[in-house]
Structure formats: C-alpha cells, structure tokens
C-alpha cells in the first residue's frame, strides 16, 4: 500500500460492519475492493503485519468460538456420535506446537496464501502440502522456513498477483479477468477442501457417508473466515486469527485437565 502514509489512517470498520462484509463476501467472494484500515509503506508489509489487528482479531476468534460451541459444534458432536468417531486428540499430550505455529502457518499457505497470489499456486500449494502432510520436523522447519523466506521476498510480490507472468502482451489482464471471475469457485472449493482435510482429525468407523461433513462443520465455518481475512486483511491477519482460533480450545481442555483431573479419568 504504498503512498498511504501522506493521507492520514484510514477509518476503521465496526465489528458488526466487518460481520455484514463478510456476510456478502460468503455469498460473492471477490478480490476487492480490500477493507479499511490497511496502513503500511509496502505491499509485503500490508499483506503480513498491517491486517494483524489484536483487539479485531480476538472479537473474531471469539464470534468463532461461541457460533461453533453453540450452534455447529452439537451438531459435530451428534454426528460423531452417530457415526461413532472418535477424536485423535491426546488430551495427556496436547500438540502446542503443531496447534498454534505449524498449522496455522502451513495451513494458510495451503489453503488461501494463494489466493491473492494466484502465480505462486503451481510451486507453493504442493509444497506446503507435502509440509502438511509430513508435519514438523527438522527437515520440514527447514524447508518451511525456505518458503516463507521466498513468500516475503519483495520479488516475490511483485510477481504474483493473479496469474503465471504472461508470454504475449495483454496476456496479463486477460489472465487477471479469468482469475476474478473464477475467484468465487476456487474460494469455496479451497474451504471445502480444507475442512474435508480435518476429517483426519477422527477415528471414522464404517459411517454413513452423509455424517461426515457435518463432522466439519466449525472448520467449514472458520476456514470462510479464514479465507475472507486473507483476501481482506492479509495473510499475517488468517494466520494470527488461525492460531488463536486453535489455542482457545486445547486452554480449555489443558485447564479442565490440570485443575479437574478427576473430570478426565
């Protein structure tokens, strides 16, 4: 964003205007135009630190929290239980780590980093997938902090917008138009995709096939707003809110474990 130094601070949206934008934006995603409130020198700062807002992003993780814990997660809950699953979770070793850094950064990089950056899909997506798919470790940290590396790169930026950089003149806006008007499928399909993923979260018996999406129905939720986040505010904004989303959660699970031990046995 830069050149907006000399105007002044944009104006800040209310949380329930935020509510409203992301409401039409479920209904016709679209790359813009971007929220208020997006202050940096460069487009690299605005895209990792300037949407990182603390104080929005907890009133989001906490929208999240009390939509899935009053609405979509019974439903989660009964679908497991008629379907029999069972969660993956360790509750006598709980994954800090993987909930609160790797997932939300390597996640976000699978899911919706390109989403504003359509060009880097071909290299980033399957690599971040292979990281996703491996988990942490020492070889995947490594490589993981290669990609991230590449991701701030100024020349990174500035050569990934919307589409692979063009062989003819003019191929770049029509590339760009394509892009825009596919925008809304490849937005739903990447959250259909990453909710199905969290399947792997369960041990799944023999189950009716039609139990199994709602067994994902708060990661459905939190992946749009995941994915409007990024397309609004940044991709630093879906991964802060991503790890906070995670944290709330495995606190409460970790409290009731330490100070009612009795609860868990």
């Known amino acids: 964003m830069a050149g907006l130094g000399h105007v002044g601070v944009p104006p800040r949206l209310r949380f329930r205007d935020e509510l409203r934008n992301f409401a039409r934006f479920v209904v016709r995603p679209r790359l813009g135009p971007r929220l208020p409130g997006r202050l940096a020198s460069t487009q690299l700062a605005a895209d990792w630190l300037s949407g990182v807002q603390p104080g929005r992003l907890l009133k989001w993780a906490l929208f999240l929290w009390a939509v899935n814990l009053l609405f979509l997660g019974p439903i989660a809950v009964n679908a497991a239980l008629a379907a029999g699953a069972q969660h993956r979770l360790n509750i006598h070793a709980i994954p800090w780590l993987q909930a609160l850094l790797w997932a939300p ?26 990281l996703m798919l491996s988990g942490p470790g020492t070889a995947s940290v490594l490589l993981l902090c290669a990609v991230l590396l590449l991701c701030w790169s100024p020349w990174a930026h500035s050569h990934g917008k919307l589409s692979i950089r063009p062989r003819r003149p003019g191929a770049a806006m029509a590339s760009g138009r394509r892009y825009r008007r596919l925008f809304p499928v490849v937005f739903h399909i990447a959250n259909l995709v990453f909710a199905g993923v969290h399947l792997h979260n369960f041990n799944i018996p023999e189950a009716a096939l039609w139990l ?34 995670n944290g709330g959660p495995l606190l409460i699970v970790w409290l009731t474990i330490t100070l009612m031990p009795e609860m868990v046995s």
């Not at 899911?111 to 899909?121: D, E």
């Not at 071909?122 to 997938?129: D, G, I, M, S, T």
């Open 212 to 245: 199994l999406p709602l067994l994902v129905l708060p990661q459905w939720l939190t992946g749009l707003v995941l994915g409007w986040l990024r397309v609004q505010r940044g991709i630093g904004a879906a991964i802060v809110l991503h790890a906070v989303f």
């Open 105 to 130: 950064i390597v996640e976000e990089l699978v899911f919706r980093y390109s989403l504003r950056r359509a060009a880097h899909a071909l290299w980033l997506v399957p690599v971040a997938a292979g």
